[in-house]
């Protein structure tokens, strides 16, 4: 019976370069592994491939040397664990993020928990070629989210609290910018030069500034054959219901325009970010 190898690799199961053996991949979605997972996957590992597992640059797990008479099994012992499949070739692939404001001082947003919306609206669509989404909760960038088909970026929109505020100069200080004056005991934003990185906010001692969590998305990252950063085409996004929807304009924006292995970037190059702004801008605006 001959082995159809596109639906394995579809459902995770890539082929090595040893006959009839495969590396399979597991979906972690923002990289965060429960230790039930964890030992479900060990345990797979050390009785179906070699004993140990290869983290992969999207925070992926991939077992190799399953045998291809082993992968129904290795599915449901996976299964039984929490775990399932990841996906490869032309589809959403596995939404990767940092650990975001629940654990990192640095954080604006929660990137977990939008990373897990986004895997559940999206993961595994077929599109022309591959889609891949990276959240980071803020200016560290510590996920490269600019290497993404569309990337998400946690950001704090700022206003100063006059009444409040001791002339300290502690948010000038820390702004990397040069965003920020003191003057005469007045604090004057430059809102051209902030990059809504919030760490004005978190440094003040007496809560001189209302804060605003928020969404920087930008388009059309790659990183491989060709490197180049995504395009940021919007002002911040200060909803849930305002990033879902520019995030389905984007991605039906490449469904709709994209050639068969013709990664956003290029649809982008040859369609004109002229008429994807067009799109994306319509669905910031509602």
């Given at each position: 019976?001959?082995?159809?190898y596109?639906t394995?690799?579809?459902?995770g ?16 979605v ?5 230790v ?7 345990e797979v590992?050390?009785e179906?491939?070699?004993g140990y ?15 291809l008479?082993?992968?129904?099994v ?15 070739g032309?589809?959403v692939?596995t939404?990767?993020a940092?650990?975001g ?16 919306k ?18 980071t ?17 946690g950001?704090?929109?700022?206003a ?7 002339s ?6 820390v ?14 934003l ?16 007496t809560?001189?500034?209302d ?33 879902f ?23 982008i ?7 994807l ?10």
């Amino acid at each position: 019976m001959a082995v159809d190898y596109g639906t394995l690799k579809k459902g995770g199961f890539m082929r090595q370069k040893q006959k009839n053996n495969f590396s399979l991949r597991i979906a972690v979605v923002g990289g965060t592994l429960t230790v039930e997972n964890l030992k479900k996957i060990a345990e797979v590992a050390e009785e179906h491939g070699e004993g140990y597992v290869h983290l992969t640059s999207r925070q992926g797990v991939e077992i190799p040397f399953i045998k291809l008479d082993d992968i129904d099994v290795v599915k449901e012992e996976l299964a039984e664990g929490g775990c399932k499949p990841g996906v490869c070739g032309p589809r959403v692939r596995t939404v990767t993020a940092c650990q975001g404001n629940a654990v990192c001082p640095s954080g604006n947003i929660d990137t977990q928990d939008i990373a897990k919306k986004l895997d559940d609206r999206y993961f595994g669509r077929e599109l022309p070629h591959k889609f891949k989404f990276g959240v980071t909760g803020c200016r560290n960038n510590c996920l490269k989210a600019e290497e993404n088909d569309v990337g998400i970026k946690g950001a704090t929109k700022v206003a100063w609290k006059e009444d409040a505020c001791i002339s300290c100069g502690l948010c000038v200080k820390v702004c990397r910018e040069g965003a920020l004056k003191l003057e005469d005991g007045k604090i004057t934003l430059d809102q051209g030069k902030c990059n809504y990185c919030g760490r004005c906010v978190k440094s003040c001692p007496t809560d001189a500034w209302d804060s605003q969590s928020a969404y920087l998305v930008s388009c059309g990252g790659t990183f491989g054959n060709t490197i180049k950063e995504g395009q940021y085409m919007l002002p911040p996004i200060t909803s849930e219901e305002q990033l879902f929807r520019v995030t389905d304009a984007a991605i039906q924006f490449f469904d709709d325009h994209a050639n068969a292995g013709e990664r956003f970037k290029f649809t982008i190059d040859r369609v004109g970010s002229d008429k994807l702004y067009k799109v994306l801008k319509e669905a910031y605006d509602g």
